[in-house]
């Protein structure tokens, strides 16, 4: 079964840090881009950031640029999400979403085309409190 596994997801003070993973199960990423998204409670899906497969080029939603910094290492088939700086309003389930068809930015830009990737994990809880 092909599918998405998120983790590294919990509980942090405002101003601290996590590093989500997302790790494949019955593929592997080398030619998927893969995007980063975030649903917080009554609010919709919305893009975060999203990394090529062939050029490592990335884009990054504004309300988190510079704070947050997304990797992949193909050897380890796994894509990071490294989060700096939390503040409240990033609390959200996160998830990671692989397509071989979009491209960058588009991929985690145009909300309309979200539905159509073609795996999404189940998500990993990130909640931002004191």
């Known amino acids: 079964q092909v599918q998405l596994v998120e983790s590294g997801g919990g509980l942090v003070q405002p101003g601290g840090s996590l590093r989500l993973s997302c790790v494949p199960s019955g593929f592997t990423l080398d030619y998927y881009q893969i995007g980063w998204f975030r649903q917080a409670p009554g609010k919709e899906r919305e893009g975060v950031s999203c990394?090529?497969?062939?050029?490592?080029?990335?884009h990054y939603a504004e309300s988190v640029k510079g704070r947050f910094t997304i990797s992949r290492d193909n050897a380890k088939n796994t894509v990071y999400l490294q989060m700096n700086s939390l503040k409240p309003e990033d609390t959200a389930v996160y998830y990671c979403?692989?397509?071989?068809?979009?491209?960058?930015?588009?991929?985690?830009?145009?909300?309309?085309?979200?539905?159509?990737?073609?795996?999404w994990g189940q998500g990993t809880l990130v909640t931002v409190a004191s």
């Open positions: 990394i090529d497969h062939s050029d490592g080029s990335t």
């Open positions: 979403a692989a397509d071989q068809i979009s491209t960058i930015p588009t991929m985690c830009t145009v909300t309309s085309i979200f539905r159509d990737l073609e795996v």
